[in-house]
């Protein structure tokens, strides 16, 4: 058979040549049943041939010398694992770039790629108490927050309908004397000399729960963090806040405390106590990470 003679337009009436036949027609794609089908029917294939084998779902072309696959020539497939990467290895051929572990990253190292250690994950919060609680009563209790290595509770908006009233906080409702107390509580009122006054409590050990402020009025509301750290822990919990209130008829107030809960248990719940009425507006939210 001839080799390739490229592309031509016959025209009306024009008588077709073998070399007509065997240079332009047969450039079509063949399709046999398979490679020893096709070698038995083209026995003098030509250069840029092709043939479709069945059997195999392969294109094929005769490259002057020998049949060739379409789909691999040039590359050998390396992959053999599920998650495995091809790469040009340093001569210009495939290889492979078995699949990493859990947790890795693809970094460059020597001029290929390779796996290697990933960094810490940005820390992710996931609201546990979906929508937040509404406090109600005297004592409002959100359960169910073990698991997390670390809480972080948002106070906003909290308000009391009765005046003058102790607002704190329990973990795991333990009312025996667990918590220490490093709190430095500001108020800032016309009523103390500077304007600004500072009460500095330290070494308060063994209080039953946790002080996050003084209600003086009705209208005041009380907003804040509160950080657990190791609260899926049986050692000591470390507990920071910073909480304010505004609207305080005898000046803003805001406290800033670390204290310990010397608990052994994990956390899985906090309580919120007034000493005094109930709530009367706010929103508790609780959120939890590893």
């Known amino acids: 058979m001839a080799a390739g003679l490229g592309f031509k337009t016959f025209t009306t009436g024009e008588v077709l040549s073998a070399t007509d036949v065997n240079g332009y027609l047969m450039q079509g794609i063949l399709v046999f049943a398979s490679a020893a089908a096709r070698d038995a029917a083209i026995t003098a294939p030509a250069e840029g041939q092709f043939a479709y084998l069945k059997d195999t779902n392969v294109t094929t072309y005769y490259t002057g010398s020998a049949w060739a696959n379409v789909d691999t020539t040039g590359m050998t497939n390396p992959m053999t694992t599920t998650g495995d990467m091809i790469y040009s290895s340093s001569g210009s051929t495939p290889a492979r770039l078995g699949i990493g572990s859990t947790g890795q990253v693809l970094t460059v190292a020597g001029g290929v790629p390779t796996w290697a250690a990933g960094g810490s994950p940005a820390t992710t919060l996931t609201l546990i108490n979906t929508g937040g609680t509404t406090p109600s009563g005297s004592t409002t209790t959100i359960s169910s927050l073990s698991g997390y290595n670390r809480l972080m509770i948002v106070l906003s908006g909290i308000k009391i309908n009765s005046d003058p009233a102790q607002f704190s906080m329990r973990v795991n409702a333990d009312t025996n004397n667990k918590y220490s107390e490093h709190i430095s509580d500001h108020v800032n009122s016309a009523s103390y000399d ?5 009460i500095l409590q330290t ?3 063994g209080t039953s729960s946790l002080n996050l402020g003084y209600i ?4 005041d ?16 919990k470390i507990i920071t806040r910073i909480v304010g209130v505004t609207g305080n008829t005898s000046g803003n107030r805001r406290k800033y405390g670390a204290s310990i809960y010397t608990g052994t248990s994990v956390i899985s719940s906090v309580s919120f106590i007034t000493s005094a009425g109930s709530w009367s507006a ?3 939210y609780v959120y939890g990470s590893n």
């Open 216 to 219: 003086n009025a009705a209208a």
């Open 282 to 284: 706010g929103t508790i």
């Open 221 to 236: 509301v009380m907003s804040g963090i509160i950080t657990i750290e190791a609260a899926n822990s049986t050692t000591d």
């Open 194 to 198: 500077a304007n600004v006054h500072t």
């Open 203 to 205: 070494g308060l050990n």
